[in-house]
C-alpha cells in the first residue's frame, strides 16, 4: 500500500457534504484498487469456514450493478428492503441501494427462524418499492411481499453496468430506515440521514482507533443490527478499512471461530454484546486457544445489554495466555436512534468499575459502597464526539453528577425520529435542554459519576437478552392467549444472571384450570414453546400464581418492578404453582 493510502481516519474525514457511504466505496475503490474490502467466512458448507473475498474494485462494481437495476424500478426516496442472508451480498445490496438514491432498509432474509411475524409487520410499515434479495431466496421473499407494489431483484444476478452518473443526494435525505429489534406488533424505523451515518461512523473509527491500511472491522454481528451494520459496512466506508463478517449461527456453534478470525486479522476492531464474552470463554477448548494470537487486536467493544465485570474478567482470563490486552475491552453504550454508538471507554486503559451502593443507587444516588449491599456497575466512558446529559425526565432538566436520570444526547449521528410515526417521534427526538434543541430522550437511565457515564437501567423495561430487545408487552400479550393464563395478569422483566441478563414471566392460571401438578407444567412448557417461536426468546423462569397474586398498582396494572422485586427476593417461591 502506498504511504498516501495508509493514513488515517481523520485525514478523509473533511469531504463535500454531498457524500454518502457509496460515495466513499467509489472514492477507496480509486484509492486501493485490488486490496481485500470484504471478507466473508461461509461455515454452511465447511467447518473449516470457505472463505470469498471482494476487493475494494470489485466490491464497487457489483454496487454499481445493483444500483443501475434497482434505478430503473424506484424512483429516489422510495424504500428497498434488503432481505439477504449474512454475506458479502448483504453488503452489495445494502450499498446499492444507497447508490441509487433509495432509502435502504436492513432486514433479513425469510428464513431466520421466528421473525416472520415481525418481518411482516416492518414490510407493511416501510413498504418497499424494491426486495433485494439473492436468487436461492426469491421464492421465499415473493411469500413475504405484494408483488402488485414491490419489485424483486436478485443482487447475485445482475448484469455488470456502464459507467454512469449517481443521483446527488442532501445530507439530511434518508440513508436508511433502522428498524429496532422487539415489538413486532408495533415496529419502529429509526430515520437515518446520511448525515447521521457518516458521523456516527466517523465517531465510531476515532473513537475504536481505526486507521486505514492498519486496522480491520471483525463482526459476526447480524448486519440488519445497528451495531453490526455500522461496525460491518459504515466503519469499513468511511475509514477504507476491510471487513471480516461471519454469520451469527457461526457462531454460536463455534464461538472459536469468531477468535481464531480475529487472530488472522492484523489490528482487528470487534464488538459484541456481554453475553457473547462469557460465551466465548467457557466454550473455546484449550486446544484451540493454542492456535490464537491475540496481541494484535485493538479494541473489542462490549455493549447493547449490560456489561458485567465477572464476563470481562472471565474472558481476559480465558484468552490473556493468546496474547489478549486488557486494556483492549471497550465498554460501550449506544441505541438505533443515535444511529449507534453514543459512548465509549477510553483506549488503552481498562474499563472503570465501581461498587456503589445499592440502595442508595435504587433511590437514584450514585455513591461509593461502604459495608453494606452494592452493585458493580462497568462504566461506559465519555461521549463519542456528540453530547451527553443526565436529565430529570418529568421536569426536562439536567441533574448534577451523582444523581440517576435519563440519558439524553445530542449530535449529529442522532436520527431524524420514527418512519411515519410523529407522534412518538416527538416524544423522543428533537427536544429542548439546556437553551439548545436537537436532544434525544433515551429510554435509559444512568448517572455521571467522576466523568464517566454509568448505565443503571431502562426507564420503560425493555427486556434484553442476549444483545436483543424485547418489548415486555409483546411476551404478556403472547402467552396471555393461552387458556390456561387469566387474562391481563401476566408480567414480563429481565433479571441478573452470570452470562448477560434472563427474561423471566409471572402469570396467574386461569380460574378453571385446575391447579393441578400435570396441567401447570403442560401449560408451562406449551408457554416456553410459544415465547421461543414468537419471539425468539427462551425464558429463564416461568412461574404460575394463582389468581389474585401478581402485584398491580392502585390502578388495578400489572406492575413490573414489582413483580421484578418480589421474584429477585423469592417472595413467590412458597406461593408458585410450577
Not at 144 to 173: M, Q, S
Request: contains cysteine.
Amino acid at each position: 500500500m502506498t504511504t498516501s493510502a495508509a493514513a488515517s481516519v481523520a485525514e478523509f474525514s473533511d469531504h463535500a457534504t454531498t457524500e454518502t457511504l457509496a460515495t466513499l466505496l467509489h472514492d477507496w475503490a480509486a484509492r486501493l484498487g485490488d486490496e481485500i474490502a470484504v471478507t466473508f467466512l461461509d461455515y454452511r458448507t465447511s467447518d473449516d469456514g470457505r472463505a470469498g473475498f471482494l476487493t475494494w474494485r470489485e466490491l464497487d462494481d457489483r454496487v454499481s450493478a445493483v444500483a443501475a437495476r434497482a434505478a430503473e424500478l424506484a424512483a429516489p426516496g422510495e424504500r428497498a428492503a434488503v432481505l439477504v442472508e449474512q454475506s458479502a451480498d448483504y453488503v452489495v445490496a445494502f450499498l446499492g441501494a444507497i447508490r441509487a438514491g433509495l432509502v435502504a432498509v436492513p432486514l433479513f432474509a425469510p428464513n431466520l427462524p421466528g421473525h416472520a411475524g415481525r418481518l411482516t409487520a416492518v414490510l407493511a410499515d416501510c413498504d418497499p418499492r424494491l426486495a433485494l434479495t439473492t436468487a436461492p431466496q426469491l421464492d421465499q421473499v415473493r411469500e413475504f411481499v405484494d408483488p402488485k407494489r414491490t419489485e424483486l431483484v436478485a443482487v447475485d444476478l445482475v448484469p455488470p453496468a456502464r459507467e454512469r452518473e449517481w443521483p446527488v443526494p442532501e445530507p439530511d435525505d434518508l440513508a436508511y430506515l433502522q428498524y429496532t429489534s422487539g415489538s413486532t406488533r408495533s415496529p419502529a424505523g429509526v430515520m437515518l440521514s446520511h448525515r447521521n451515518v457518516l458521523a456516527n461512523a466517523r465517531q465510531a473509527c476515532a473513537a475504536y482507533g481505526a486507521v486505514t491500511g492498519r486496522t480491520t472491522t471483525v463482526s459476526w454481528l447480524p448486519l440488519f443490527h445497528d451495531m453490526g451494520l455500522v461496525l460491518g459496512i459504515a466503519a469499513p466506508m468511511a475509514a477504507g478499512i476491510g471487513t471480516t463478517l461471519l454469520d451469527p449461527v457461526a457462531f454460536l456453534e463455534s464461538p472459536g471461530r469468531w477468535l481464531r478470525a480475529l487472530s488472522a486479522s492484523p489490528g482487528a476492531i470487534s464488538a459484541a454484546p456481554n453475553f457473547a464474552y462469557g460465551y466465548s470463554a467457557s466454550r473455546v477448548s484449550e486446544r484451540e486457544k493454542s492456535y490464537l494470537e491475540l496481541s494484535r487486536v485493538v479494541s473489542l467493544i462490549n455493549g447493547s445489554e449490560p456489561v458485567l465485570p465477572s464476563t470481562i474478567a472471565q474472558f481476559q482470563a480465558a484468552f490473556g495466555g493468546c496474547g489478549l490486552d486488557p486494556a483492549v475491552h471497550r465498554a460501550s453504550y449506544g441505541l438505533a436512534e443515535a444511529t449507534v454508538l453514543v459512548s465509549v471507554t477510553d483506549a488503552g486503559e481498562p474499563s472503570r468499575q465501581v461498587a456503589f451502593d445499592r440502595d442508595r443507587l435504587a433511590a437514584g444516588a450514585a455513591v461509593p459502597a461502604g459495608s453494606g449491599a452494592s452493585s458493580t456497575l462497568v462504566s461506559c466512558g465519555h461521549a463519542a464526539g456528540q453530547q451527553l446529559r443526565i436529565v430529570d425526565p418529568e421536569k426536562r432538566q439536567a441533574v448534577p453528577d451523582g444523581k440517576v436520570g435519563e440519558i439524553w444526547v445530542r449530535g449529529e449521528n442522532v436520527g431524524r425520529g420514527y418512519w411515519r410515526n410523529p407522534t412518538t417521534s416527538a416524544e423522543t427526538f428533537g427536544l429542548r435542554l439546556d437553551g439548545t434543541d436537537g436532544w434525544l430522550a433515551t429510554g435509559d437511565l444512568g448517572v455521571l459519576f467522576d466523568g464517566e457515564l454509568y448505565v443503571t437501567g431502562r426507564r420503560k423495561d425493555l427486556v434484553i437478552v442476549d444483545g436483543r430487545n424485547h418489548y415486555p408487552q409483546d411476551i404478556e400479550q403472547t402467552v396471555e392467549a393461552h387458556p390456561a393464563v387469566r387474562r391481563h395478569s401476566a408480567a414480563a422483566f429481565a433479571i441478573p444472571l452470570d452470562e448477560g441478563e434472563g427474561a423471566v414471566v409471572v402469570l396467574e392460571r386461569a380460574k378453571n384450570l385446575a391447579d393441578g401438578e400435570a396441567n401447570l407444567t403442560a401449560a408451562a412448557e406449551g408457554l416456553r414453546a410459544e415465547v421461543a417461536a414468537r419471539h425468539g426468546l427462551k425464558l429463564t423462569d416461568l412461574v404460575f400464581l394463582a389468581p389474585g397474586e401478581v402485584p398491580r398498582t392502585s390502578s388495578g396494572k400489572i406492575s413490573r418492578s414489582a413483580c421484578r422485586a418480589r421474584y429477585l427476593d423469592g417472595a413467590f417461591a412458597d406461593r408458585r404453582l410450577s
